[in-house]
């Protein structure tokens, strides 16, 4: 393993022999694979995770988008494309035939001895890719690649295993072949076709997450664009009355503190010319004076960014109905999600399932259970609920240019937006795609 310090290579032998430290530079490691169970890192492996993304140190990002980061590449790792293994399935098969076969055919005289080891092997590679397709280990990418190949092994299988069994005239070994291609073809449909209801738990526990990035802040300081976490500064700041004089054309509102200073650490206000707050009142030290601007604004647009869960995609009814936000207003609202129907389109996003989003989605105000799909209420009541953390920096800031990029095409085929007029007076549009 390589010292992130010097990069110098150190041997298991020249880590043990200088207690877990450089030979070069005597710089603490942090990770010891060896000594790790079922997850393995190294110092190099995490440091590369913090600079991917924070893209090369340039975004900052909270401890939880490092765990989502981290968790993914490490599922990623080892996990083998659709077309490879679909040939190291056909290799592994065609050597037990030849091999292992050709003994048994040598010594029984029967074609079905010959494909024995291959129906075995079949047997072994259907488990074991119908178990990483259902894994809730498995990142929805593998998950999808697993079902893939289940599929394509099965349509291998019913091919030769015919041809096979016509050549050799055995109905047995035909019986055989499809019962297994077929069944795999079918399972593999079925995964791929179920898999947005099924959910993702993390490799890495949260816990020793937390432990590994407090040694690793102990011996390499925190990450600059690590951020802490939001803290409320109750007193009231002192804005220039020049400046309130003015206002914003738009304003971002997230369900989390979280995500709005997120957002703010990473100037896309200034970026954007637009307002950053939470419905939880974040930042509180501004939010008066920053709302009081906001109201002088007549074309004034507002976004709804938030978790996929139960109170997340209440945002928009509480933007429409509190006054403390825009009760009796016509302002335009626009919904850029995190929404069910947007997760369905994707099929790759880190759904988790939380027992208590169950009830939280039974409880959602009539208004805004019309609003959604009956595919969407059965699978926010199924518990199921995506984090806007599972993206990174990057991809959420890409993710809101996109949505307010496409509220300025209203009107020219509405650029990717729905109307939802779930009742009078709280119509407001949603932003079709995830980014």
């Given at each position: 393993m390589k010292c992130i310090r010097c990069d110098t290579d150190n041997t298991l032998k020249d880590r043990t022999d200088n207690q877990g430290r450089c030979k070069n530079c005597q710089h603490p490691f942090v990770f010891e694979p060896t000594t790790m169970q079922k997850v393995k890192v190294t110092d190099p492996m995490f440091a590369k995770a913090i600079a991917d993304l924070s893209a090369n140190n340039t975004l900052f990002f909270t401890p939880r988008q490092l765990l989502y980061f981290l968790d993914k590449r490490l599922?990623?790792?080892?996990?083998?494309?659709?077309?490879?293994?679909?040939?190291?399935?056909?290799?592994?098969?065609?050597?037990?035939?030849?091999?292992?076969?050709?003994?048994?055919?040598?010594?029984?005289?029967?074609?079905?001895?010959?494909?024995?080891?291959?129906?075995?092997?079949s047997l072994l590679a259907g488990f074991t890719l119908l178990s990483m397709s259902s894994s809730a280990q498995s990142t929805p990418?593998?998950?999808?690649?697993?079902?893939?190949?289940?599929?394509?092994?099965?349509?291998?299988i019913l091919i030769a295993g015919i041809i096979a069994s016509i050549a050799g005239n055995s109905f047995l070994l035909f019986a055989i072949s499809v019962f297994l291609g077929v069944g795999s073809?079918?399972?593999?449909?079925?995964?791929?076709?179920?898999?947005?209801?099924?959910?993702?738990?993390?490799?890495?526990?949260?816990?020793?997450?937390?432990?590994?990035?407090?040694?690793?802040?102990?011996?390499?300081?925190?990450?600059?664009?690590?951020?802490?976490?939001?803290?409320?500064?109750?007193?009231?700041?002192t804005v220039n009355p020049d400046v309130t004089a003015y206002s914003f054309d738009r304003l971002v509102v997230c369900d989390t503190s979280t995500i709005a200073q997120l957002l703010i650490a990473n100037n896309f206000h200034f970026e954007n010319n637009c307002a950053i707050l939470s419905i939880t009142g974040y930042p509180s030290s501004i939010f008066d004076t920053t709302m009081t601007m906001l109201r002088r604004n007549p074309e004034l647009k507002v976004y709804a960014?938030?978790?996929?869960?139960?109170?997340?995609?209440?945002?928009?009814?509480?933007?429409?109905?509190?006054?403390?936000?825009?009760?009796n207003s016509?302002?335009?609202?626009?919904?850029?999600?995190?929404?069910?129907?947007q997760i369905f389109l994707s099929k790759s996003m880190f759904v988790q399932n939380a027992p208590d989003a169950v009830q939280a989605a039974q409880q959602m105000p009539t208004?805004?259970?019309?609003?959604?799909?009956?595919?969407e209420l059965a699978w926010l009541e199924a518990g199921n609920c995506v984090e806007l953390e599972s993206f990174t920096p990057q991809q959420l800031i890409h993710i809101l240019n996109h949505g307010i990029a496409g509220s300025r095409e209203l009107g020219s085929n509405d650029g990717g937006l729905i109307f939802i007029d779930s009742y009078p007076g709280s119509s407001y549009y949603v932003v079709e795609s995830f980014g």
């Amino acid at each position: 393993m390589k010292c992130i310090r010097c990069d110098t290579d150190n041997t298991l032998k020249d880590r043990t022999d200088n207690q877990g430290r450089c030979k070069n530079c005597q710089h603490p490691f942090v990770f010891e694979p060896t000594t790790m169970q079922k997850v393995k890192v190294t110092d190099p492996m995490f440091a590369k995770a913090i600079a991917d993304l924070s893209a090369n140190n340039t975004l900052f990002f909270t401890p939880r988008q490092l765990l989502y980061f981290l968790d993914k590449r490490l599922k990623n790792k080892g996990s083998i494309p659709t077309l490879g293994c679909f040939f190291l399935y056909l290799i592994v098969a065609a050597i037990a035939t030849v091999t292992a076969g050709g003994l048994l055919l040598e010594a029984t005289k029967s074609t079905l001895a010959l494909f024995a080891p291959a129906i075995v092997i079949s047997l072994l590679a259907g488990f074991t890719l119908l178990s990483m397709s259902s894994s809730a280990q498995s990142t929805p990418k593998v998950r999808q690649s697993s079902a893939k190949s289940l599929q394509a092994i099965g349509g291998l299988i019913l091919i030769a295993g015919i041809i096979a069994s016509i050549a050799g005239n055995s109905f047995l070994l035909f019986a055989i072949s499809v019962f297994l291609g077929v069944g795999s073809i079918y399972l593999g449909t079925q995964q791929r076709r179920n898999s947005m209801f099924k959910h993702q738990a993390f490799t890495i526990e949260p816990t020793q997450f937390q432990g590994w990035l407090g040694r690793w802040q102990q011996f390499n300081g925190a990450p600059f664009q690590l951020l802490s976490p939001s803290r409320e500064e109750t007193t009231p700041a002192t804005v220039n009355p020049d400046v309130t004089a003015y206002s914003f054309d738009r304003l971002v509102v997230c369900d989390t503190s979280t995500i709005a200073q997120l957002l703010i650490a990473n100037n896309f206000h200034f970026e954007n010319n637009c307002a950053i707050l939470s419905i939880t009142g974040y930042p509180s030290s501004i939010f008066d004076t920053t709302m009081t601007m906001l109201r002088r604004n007549p074309e004034l647009k507002v976004y709804a960014f938030h978790d996929c869960t139960p109170r997340g995609i209440g945002l928009i009814h509480q933007l429409r109905t509190s006054t403390k936000w825009f009760q009796n207003s016509t302002v335009e609202i626009f919904d850029v999600g995190l929404l069910p129907r947007q997760i369905f389109l994707s099929k790759s996003m880190f759904v988790q399932n939380a027992p208590d989003a169950v009830q939280a989605a039974q409880q959602m105000p009539t208004e805004v259970r019309a609003s959604l799909s009956n595919e969407e209420l059965a699978w926010l009541e199924a518990g199921n609920c995506v984090e806007l953390e599972s993206f990174t920096p990057q991809q959420l800031i890409h993710i809101l240019n996109h949505g307010i990029a496409g509220s300025r095409e209203l009107g020219s085929n509405d650029g990717g937006l729905i109307f939802i007029d779930s009742y009078p007076g709280s119509s407001y549009y949603v932003v079709e795609s995830f980014g």
